[in-house]
Each structure stands twice: as C-alpha cells, then as structure tokens.
C-alpha cells in the first residue's frame, strides 16, 4: 500500500523526535518517498543533516532561507509540497504544535505547510501525561478532529520525564500501520464528482425565541463530508444548527428549517452527481410561528396549542427528479425497521437507505459511533457492526463510487 506514496513528514521539538529516524527508514524500506519539515525546536534535538540522509531529499528546517548562506533559492515550496503529498504526519505532534494547528498559526515551516495542505493529515501526539490530560490539550486535539484530521493516539508507559502514563510517541510498527490504514480510506476514486450532503438537524419556529428540533448533532453527515473530501470529491455540505468545525476543503452552507434546506438543496441538485441525506430534517412544522415571543401572561388556561403541518419531503423531492444521479438516504427507525426503511428506498427512489435505530448501544445521538444497515435496490441487507462514523461513511461512499463507475 505504500509502495510509490509520497508521505510528508512534519517533525516538532519533543525528545521522542528520534524515533522518526527509524520511522523514515522504515517508509523507505517499504517503497515510499519521503520528504521531511522542521521547526526550529526540532533541531534541538535532532539535525536536518540526519533526517537528509535518512530519506534522501532536502529538509526543510526554516520558513526563509538562512540568513547569510552562500546560495540563496526562493520559492513557494510550501505550496508545492502541499500538491506533492499524498498524505502527511506530524510526529512527535506538541501540545504547541497541536494548539497551533487547530488555531490556524503559521510561524514555523511545519504549520505554514499545514495551512496550505490538501492531503490527509495525521498527528501523533506526545508528550508528557500531565499536558496531554489537560483539558485545553483535549480540546484542541478534539477540534482538529471534527476538522477532519487523523490522530493517533499516544501510547502509555514510562515518559521521559520518569513519570508512567500515556504520552509516549507509539512504536515506529503502529505509525506505520496508522499511516497505511490512512491512504486506505482516502483512496481518491470520487475526483472530479460533485457530492451533495447534509447534516444536522432543522429549527422550525414557534415563536421569535422557542422552536422545535431534534436530538441530531450532525456527526454522521459530517463524517461523510469529510471522507468524501478525502477522497478527492468537491463536496458541498448543507446544515442544520450544530457545533461542529466544518472538515477542511469543504463548502458548507448553514440553514436552519426544513424549507430552507429544501430551497438550498434543490437550487444545487442539477449540478451534483450525488446527493446524500443525512440531515434529521423534520417532519413537522408549526402552521402560524409567532412574530414575537409568546408570554405566559398572554395564555387563556395552561395549556397552549401548536398546530402543526407537515414539511416537504426533500428525498421524495429529489426522487422524483433523479435524472441519472445516485441518491441515498438515512431511515431513522426505533420499530419494524428493516420494513420501513425498505419503503422509504422505494417511495423516495433511492440508490440504497442507511438504517439506524437511536436505542441500540453506540448508535446514539452526538456519539463518534454508529451502528447501520445498509439496504439496496434489490432489498438486500448489509448489516453492520459498530464502527466509527468515518469508517461507515467510507462504506456508504464505497457504494455510491460502485454507482458512479456504472
């Protein structure tokens, strides 16, 4: 799998930053070509000479060029090493250079690299236990998460610092692998098609404050983004209200009702190859939203009555105006669900439908899980196990690449 690769690899200032010597020998070994940046903090503790020889090209070390050298030789070479790649690692990732990352700084060659990159990337983190627990270190490693980047975690055992926990950069076999399993799912077999997705849930309005919703917190729809993105799309991403960082390289639109999104969406369907409907969009809105707040002085009683109409069907929609283009939908069931979702497939005209029920473990609402079936044309069932929401976006996007090829 990494045999004719091209792997960038980001250094930073931590002691486990020896390990990338034998991380680079051993990418090598196996047929990649690699091409290594540093910061200045690096250097501290290993020389670019080293890491030179190790993997036969020039390392960057610096954002400019060194002050008095003899040749001097300019060039965006941040923006051809962001092309060259096919996928980068930063290793030993900082709690510096992790808050740098998932902030946006560029004051350093490896972080200027990032901003301009168009391949996966993965972090490893290492660093002491203290630093990685601390609460400002889990949220930035969770922010650069929801934004699509890879992390492999640190392992536990003794640190340098003679304390035991996690922290320690893995073994030079596990960011092997890691990387490997990387390249596996961002295969790019979509470049060039145009993927419609949304996401999150919709707002339909009582009044000017209260409204009513759901529980989605558009983690899943996110996850294909991302994956599709990855995998060389030009996504469009269409969503409800969430707290979610959009995935690099993705266009998103924020909307907030049902009808919005249906405008949104149909305004953009005729230039997309796919489309996938993973928004909890509602099924209900109410008829007369207030204009202002309604006040509980202003009440006849106790009791206040919403009338309540039902939204347009997006899917059904769409389905009606397929033309060639592969469409796929999620079916939300608690009760008879294999029954339903097969005549949602075939009432909205669905390629296939993505089953899930909320009450079964690891398929609940905000969770980094979930647990489908997948039920196509012909009504077969694949069932599968709990797996990360990327890993059951790479399948839905596997199946929908098999259309596309027809």
């Not at 405008?263 to 109410?286: G, L, N, Y």
């Given at each position: 799998m990494l045999s004719g690769k091209k792997i960038?690899?980001?250094?930073?200032?931590?002691?486990a930053v020896y390990k990338m010597c034998f991380v680079v020998r051993e990418l090598r070994r196996v047929g990649a070509e690699v091409r290594v940046v540093m910061t200045e903090s690096a250097k501290e503790f290993i020389t670019p000479l080293t890491l030179s020889t190790l993997s036969g090209n020039e390392v960057i070390g610096g954002t400019f060029p060194e002050r008095g050298a003899a040749v001097v030789k300019a060039g965006t070479w941040h923006i051809d090493l962001s092309l060259w790649a096919d996928v980068m690692l930063v290793a030993p990732a900082t709690a510096n250079t992790i808050a740098k990352i998932a902030h946006g700084f560029a004051d350093n060659a490896v972080t200027t690299l990032i901003l301009?990159?168009?391949?996966?990337?993965?972090?490893?983190?290492?660093?002491?236990?203290?630093?990685w627990a601390n609460p400002t270190t889990q949220e930035n490693v969770e922010r650069l998460r929801e934004l699509g980047v890879f992390v492999l975690p640190p392992d536990e055992g003794e640190l340098a610092s003679g304390l035991v926990g996690p922290g320690r950069l893995p073994e030079v076999e596990t960011i092997v692998k890691f990387v490997e399993n990387v390249l596996k799912k961002t295969h790019r077999n979509l470049e060039g098609k145009k993927i419609l997705i949304t996401a999150g849930p919709t707002y339909e309005p009582i009044d000017a404050v209260r409204f009513i919703s759901n529980r989605s917190s558009g983690k899943m729809g996110f996850a294909i983004a991302n994956a599709a993105?990855?995998?060389g799309a030009d996504v469009t991403l269409v969503t409800g209200p969430v707290n979610l960082q959009t995935p690099r390289n993705v266009s998103r639109i924020d909307v907030e009702t049902a009808e919005e999104m249906l405008?949104?969406?149909?305004?953009?369907?005729?230039?997309?190859?796919?489309?996938?409907?993973?928004?909890?969009?509602?099924?209900?809105?109410?008829s007369r939203p207030a204009e202002g707040k309604i006040k509980k002085e202003d009440l006849q009683g106790e009791r206040i009555n919403v009338e309540l109409e039902r939204t347009r069907d997006i899917l059904e929609s769409l389905g009606e105006k397929k033309d060639g283009k592969v469409l796929v939908g999620f079916a939300l069931e608690t009760d008879d669900e294999v029954r339903n979702a097969k005549e949602k497939l075939k009432r909205k005209n669905l390629d296939f439908i993505v089953l899930n029920n909320p009450l079964v473990e690891g398929a609940g609402f905000g969770v980094d899980t979930n647990v489908v079936s997948i039920i196509d044309k012909s009504g077969a069932v694949e069932k599968l196990p709990k797996l990360s929401k990327f890993d059951v976006a790479n399948i839905i996007l596997d199946r929908v690449a098999e259309i596309l090829k027809k």
């Open positions: 960038l690899i980001g250094v930073t200032g931590g002691i301009s990159l168009r391949c996966p990337l993965i972090i490893a983190p290492a660093m002491d236990s203290d630093m993105v990855l995998r405008k949104v969406v149909e305004s953009h369907f005729s230039k997309q190859d796919a489309v996938i409907m993973a928004a909890a969009v509602a099924d209900f809105t109410p």
